[in-house]
């Protein structure tokens, strides 16, 4: 199986001195195509930082990311924007629908920036929303429509424009456990399509639908295993287990301005993960007119 990603000791680092916290810390990781990985992790452990690297979202303060054997590094903003448009479908928690759009224009925003004309994208759109069982609420909005509803909206919009690679961002986090089982089934039927599904999650339950699951706490990926079908108890003893052996300083200040004293106070705490390159992040609110992004190009 060729290697899709590969990850060679990678690092991240917020702000950079004394008070710098490193999110990842010498990562290497390889993923081949059509694999489907899971990447588990408490908070703080540097688990979505992995996942804006893995995403072309943010940059690593050093060693190297190949994509498709590409370097990132050495790619353009256009070069990368077009790796996020055509290479790499994001589901993120939060569904990141625009309101005011329905699910078929929801699914349709992102084709437009491909150049598609309006029936190449109204076709694609439709398609992907008949795949994930959403037929029938082509014409409703957000607002109108459950949890699990809106989040299979967003996976059609990740897989209409069909990209090799599916991201998805705990995407069952915001669901109940009908609607969690659901958004994976479709997960599960995308990687049998032969399409490579990386999941950031910190559930055991979730991680443990993967073929591989990644472990990864303070910054640094401790396991990597094929899963041989254990059970997510299993999964949740090791994070658990994991968790106790390691705990961080954390250092803060805390400057009191009538006196100009600085006082300094030490608690144990985990890392809190950077703050920087969280993600593409869906406008509020867009006018949606379903023009062309080529007012000259004919109808196909």
Do not use: W
């Amino acid at each position: 199986m060729a290697n899709l990603i590969e990850i060679r000791d990678m690092c991240k680092v917020y702000n950079p001195g004394e008070n710098e916290v490193r999110a990842l810390n010498h990562i290497s990781l390889d993923i081949g195509e059509k694999e489907f990985v899971a990447i588990i992790g408490q908070s703080g452990s540097g688990k979505s930082t992995l996942m804006n690297m893995l995403g072309c979202l943010d940059v690593p303060t050093s060693g190297s990311y190949h994509l498709h054997g590409k370097d990132v590094a050495e790619m353009l903003d256009d070069e990368l924007s077009d790796i996020r448009n055509k290479e790499i479908g994001f589901i993120f928690q939060g569904f990141n629908l625009i309101s005011s759009l329905t699910a078929l224009e929801n699914v349709e925003l992102p084709l437009i920036y491909r150049g598609l004309s309006k029936r190449e994208r109204s076709e694609l759109a439709k398609e992907a929303l008949r795949k994930v069982g959403l037929e029938m609420r082509m014409t409703h909005k957000p607002s109108e429509m459950s949890g699990g509803q809106q989040q299979r909206v967003a996976i059609a919009r990740a897989i209409a424009q069909a990209p090799p690679i599916i991201l998805a961002d705990e995407p069952t986090g915001n669901l109940d456990s009908h609607s969690s089982v659901e958004i994976l089934e479709i997960l599960k039927q995308l990687h049998e399509e032969g399409r490579t599904v990386i999941i950031i999650t910190h559930d055991p339950g979730i991680a443990a639908k993967a073929s591989r699951i990644v472990h990864i706490m303070d910054g640094q990926i401790y396991k990597d295993e094929i899963n041989s079908g254990e059970d997510e108890s299993a999964i949740r003893a090791e994070l658990a287990k994991a968790q106790e052996n390691v705990t961080t300083k954390v250092k803060s200040v805390r400057h009191h301005e009538e006196d100009d004293l600085v006082v300094e106070s030490y608690e144990e705490a985990p890392v809190q993960e950077g703050t920087a390159g969280s993600g593409y992040q869906m406008p509020e609110s867009v006018e949606y007119t379903g023009t062309e992004t080529d007012p000259n190009k004919e109808e196909s």
